[in-house]
């Protein structure tokens, strides 16, 4: 069972030189970064670059080709380091258990490993869903939720973890404006709460120049820049240029 | 195939690992076995009576022709218990539950249902092949010894109610009593038992590896039920052969 310390600090990420294929398609082409404990970490980039297989392999349900995954300086393929630390994921799609309610969901991971006494899961999951406006919603099926709401509940899962390192897959890319403003601040008050360190996932602009304290911009399974906001937004790089800026614009349409 | 076999092993194995603690899953536990019960009691019901009719309908006129009346509660009480009950009943759940088995693992692992669960350090082995196993191996024997009386009882109804046999219910049991010993229905009930762990271990397996959307759990539900049955066809024969001494 992992460890439930008080007041735990986030963890530092290092992934060195990641590479996967599928079926002789590889998808991530020699990957290098370093998340530092505490961070907010934003992953931008076009929708197939590999984002999303980059937080599995961070998380250990994929296996690297070839590179290797530290957290804490320790490499996760081996020995039991998975258990060592709290980590939490927001898949992309939520990945709520269907068969359970969303109180359920939100508190499955204090019920089966006992970390709480069953009124005090009960109150803790009130509190976290109330705080992501899903307020009395727990006896709700995951069927019944919008994609927007479901997001939000595998958020409050997440949350109610306190993890050391928190991953979210486009933690708004349902959400209308205003959840979405809900779910950054959650994402910088729980940073700032216990120093989890934050891996996002986002393609979500206002997000990523909002929240993070680094960006880096992947591409076709590599990164094609790190950094600061600022420097971001510096950068010469034309193909992050194109995808920082993209925006659609009628008149473009009709002078092509 | 190969390495199927393999990684059922080792499912298995890992299973057996984690039995210890299975009581904190209790709760699942119970779930599973009453919708095991719920989903197949009528349906068990129905097949024995009609299985332990058929076969006295088939032995019941030969054997009174030839003088040996006497036998025919004997004949059909070891056939239902000692084979069709166990085999038939488990060819049964293995279509019932064990495709429900493939079908909902399937289904969480297509969704990520999985993936959730180990990010959240719960092992799905844990949280959802062992409560499956444990409830199954109880309830499958149970369904079994059940099915034996209602075969039973199909037999005797035939007996009585078909001219060319013509025998009672009362000279049915009596024979049936002089030639069935406690340990005919025990050896029934102990390879029920060793289906049981086939279904689930090889319906659990083909959940957990289901890949690619709807058409991917529907393969794993066909699978699990086919390979069960063949698996249990097969192993009934070395069962029987090493229980027969
Ligand atoms: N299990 C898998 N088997 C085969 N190919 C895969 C698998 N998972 C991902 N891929 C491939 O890897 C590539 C990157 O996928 P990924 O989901 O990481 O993209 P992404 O950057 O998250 O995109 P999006 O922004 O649309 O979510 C895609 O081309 C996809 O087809
Ligand atoms: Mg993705």
């Known amino acids: 069972m992992s460890s439930p310390q008080p007041n735990h600090q986030g963890i530092g990420v290092q992934v060195r030189g990641l590479r996967k294929?599928?079926?002789?398609?590889?998808?991530?082409?020699?990957?290098?970064?370093?998340?530092?404990?505490?961070?907010?970490?934003?992953?931008?980039?076009?929708?197939?670059?590999?984002?999303?297989?980059?937080?599995?392999?961070?998380?250990?349900?994929?296996?690297?080709?070839?590179?290797?995954?530290?957290?804490?300086?320790?490499?996760?393929?081996?020995?039991?380091?998975?258990?060592?630390?709290?980590?939490?994921?927001?898949?992309?799609?939520?990945?709520?258990?269907?068969?359970?309610?969303?109180?359920?969901?939100?508190?499955?991971?204090?019920?089966?490993?006992?970390?709480?006494?069953?009124?005090?899961?009960?109150?803790?999951?009130?509190?976290?869903?109330?705080?992501?406006?899903?307020?009395?919603?727990?006896?709700?099926?995951?069927?019944?939720?919008?994609?927007?709401?479901?997001?939000?509940?595998?958020?409050?899962?997440?949350?109610?973890?306190?993890?050391?390192?928190?991953?979210?897959?486009?933690?708004?890319?349902?959400?209308?404006?205003?959840?979405?403003?809900?779910?950054?601040?959650?994402?910088v008050k729980l940073n700032e709460r216990?120093?989890?360190?934050?891996?996002?996932?986002?393609?979500?602009?206002?997000?990523?120049?909002?929240?993070?304290?680094?960006?880096?911009?992947?591409?076709?399974?590599?990164?094609?820049?790190?950094?600061?906001?600022?420097?971001?937004?510096?950068?010469?790089?034309?193909?992050?240029r194109d995808f920082l800026n993209a925006s659609f614009r009628r008149a473009d349409l009709h002078s092509a | 195939m190969f390495q199927n076999v393999g990684e059922m092993v080792i499912l298995l194995w890992r299973s057996l690992l984690a039995m210890p603690r299975c009581w904190r899953q209790r709760e699942k536990i119970f779930d599973q076995f009453f919708e095991i019960g719920n989903a197949s009691l009528l349906m068990v019901c129905i097949l024995s009576f009609f299985i332990g009719g058929v076969i006295a309908l088939q032995t019941g006129p030969v054997l009174v022709e030839r003088g040996l009346a006497n036998a025919v509660g004997g004949v059909v009480g070891i056939s239902i218990c000692k084979e069709l009950a166990p085999v038939m009943m488990s060819i049964l759940?293995?279509?019932?539950?064990?495709?429900?088995?493939?079908?909902?693992?399937?289904?969480?692992?297509?969704?990520?249902?999985?993936?959730?669960?180990?990010?959240?350090n719960i092992s799905p082995i844990h949280y959802l092949v062992v409560p499956r196993l444990v409830a199954i191996a109880v309830a499958l024997p149970l369904l079994v010894i059940f099915a034996i009386l209602v075969g039973w009882l199909g037999g005797a109804f035939v007996c009585s109610a078909n001219s060319r046999i013509d025998i009672s219910f009362a000279a049915f049991f009596t024979t049936l009593r002089d030639i069935v010993q406690i340990k005919d229905v025990v050896n029934g009930v102990f390879k029920s038992f060793v289906f049981a762990w086939v279904i689930g271990?090889?319906?659990?397996?083909?959940?957990?590896?289901?890949?690619?959307?709807?058409?991917?759990i529907g393969r794993s539900v066909t699978k699990a039920v086919v390979n069960s049955i063949v698996l249990i066809v097969i192993l009934d024969y070395i069962l029987t052969r090493i229980l027969l001494r």
């Open chain 1, 21 to 187: 294929s599928f079926n002789r398609h590889e998808v991530l082409k020699g990957v290098d970064f370093e998340v530092k404990p505490g961070e907010i970490f934003v992953l931008m980039g076009p929708s197939g670059s590999g984002k999303s297989v980059l937080l599995k392999h961070v998380i250990g349900l994929e296996q690297p080709d070839e590179g290797e995954i530290l957290l804490e300086g320790k490499p996760i393929q081996s020995s039991n380091v998975l258990d060592e630390y709290r980590l939490a994921m927001v898949f992309q799609s939520g990945a709520l258990l269907n068969s359970l309610t969303v109180g359920e969901n939100v508190g499955l991971y204090l019920t089966e490993h006992r970390l709480k006494p069953p009124e005090e899961i009960d109150r803790i999951v009130a509190d976290t869903l109330e705080v992501l406006g899903l307020k009395g919603t727990e006896e709700k099926m995951p069927s019944e939720l919008s994609g927007g709401m479901k997001k939000r509940v595998a958020i409050a899962r997440a949350l109610v973890i306190e993890p050391q390192l928190i991953l979210y897959d486009e933690p708004t890319s349902e959400l209308d404006p205003l959840s979405s403003v809900v779910i950054a601040e959650e994402i």
């Open chain 1, 194 to 240: 216990i120093r989890v360190t934050s891996l996002v996932v986002s393609h979500d602009r206002d997000l990523a120049f909002g929240v993070a304290h680094r960006i880096a911009v992947i591409n076709d399974g590599t990164i094609l820049a790190i950094g600061t906001p600022e420097e971001i937004k510096r950068c010469q790089n034309p193909l992050v």
């Open chain 2, 93 to 120: 759940i293995a279509g019932r539950i064990g495709s429900a088995m493939a079908a909902e693992i399937g289904s969480m692992r297509v969704y990520q249902e999985i993936d959730a669960l180990r990010t959240m």
């Open chain 2, 201 to 216: 271990v090889v319906s659990c397996h083909q959940g957990l590896i289901t890949i690619g959307g709807p058409r991917g």
